[in-house]
């Protein structure tokens, strides 16, 4: 049976650059919930059109909403390079 994870101790063990990231995902969600396109439980993502690790912004222009699944999916890609490997073509298993 694996070991239980202990979120307390690793939300309090973060790095100060996690904690900024997860701030700023904290507000584009919240931002969302104002504009009436998510709700708590809904089982839907905020996605940054232009991720934040790119530079991207919290902007309106820059959120829109996907499923969970969808968007965990992506990672950090944008556009038409997510769900593709590194080299711009679709990842082959031979």
């Not at 969600?29 to 504009?35: G, I, L, N, S």
């Amino acid at each position: 049976m694996p070991k239980k994870r202990n979120y307390t101790r690793e939300r309090l063990n973060e790095t100060k650059a996690r904690k900024k990231a997860r701030a700023a995902r904290g507000r584009a969600r919240y931002a969302m919930e104002k504009a009436g396109r998510v709700k708590k439980g809904d089982g839907k993502t905020v996605e940054h059109k232009k991720p934040l690790s790119k530079g991207g912004s919290n902007g309106r222009k820059n959120l829109t909403t996907k499923s969970y699944s969808a968007n965990s999916k992506q990672g950090g890609k944008m556009g038409n390079r997510a769900g593709k490997a590194r080299g711009g073509r679709k990842s082959r298993r031979t």
